[in-house]
């Protein structure tokens, strides 16, 4: 079943960007599951978060919780330092394939609000540094943890999708 929805969400960001669209972030609102039986289907859904790729990016953000999760961390912030292009969708797709894999969230309901999962509690204040803190720990957790839960082919795959955006990714 978690093979499934990874591929569906996958295949979904694939239809996304093959139609010249890409998102803002992967919000939990994006995504709708139907459930019937045995099957399970997941649906992108929000447009009005959608933009065509060709578009000039805003060089403006939020510090959103549930939306900074599934961020790459160059666009973070209230003022992010990168264009947006589309392999920050690949980014937060990683983030995602992470979260199917390891059978959780890493944003979750605290009293009435969301809050990052206390794994990825980081202690550094400073916003960039604890952006790519946060990264550095969903790489550890997709290198050192996920293919004991889905195999060592999903884990190499998440690790991709988090370090497309790498200077040093071929």
Do not use: W
Request: hydrophobic share 35%; aromatic share 8%; net charge positive.
């Amino acid at each position: 079943m978690k093979l499934d929805i990874a591929q569906q969400l996958a295949k979904s960001v694939l239809y996304l960007h093959t139609t010249g669209l890409c998102t803002r972030t992967f919000a939990q609102k994006q995504f709708l599951s139907l459930i019937r039986g045995e099957a399970k289907s997941l649906f992108l859904v929000g447009f009005e978060d959608f933009r065509e790729a060709k578009d000039d990016t805003f060089y403006t953000g939020d510090s959103l919780p549930e939306r900074e999760m599934y961020r790459h961390p160059s666009r973070q912030g209230n003022n992010p330092e990168r264009k947006y292009v589309m392999q920050h969708d690949i980014y937060s797709l990683g983030v995602r394939l992470l979260e199917i894999g390891m059978c959780k969230s890493f944003v979750k309901l605290e009293k009435n609000r969301l809050v990052i999962e206390s794994d990825l509690d980081i202690s550094e204040r400073d916003g960039r540094k604890k952006a790519f803190a946060t990264k550095n720990q969903l790489l550890f957790i997709a290198h050192e943890r996920l293919s004991q839960h889905i195999g060592k082919r999903f884990k190499d795959t998440v690790e991709k999708c988090l370090t497309c955006l790498d200077e040093d990714t071929t």
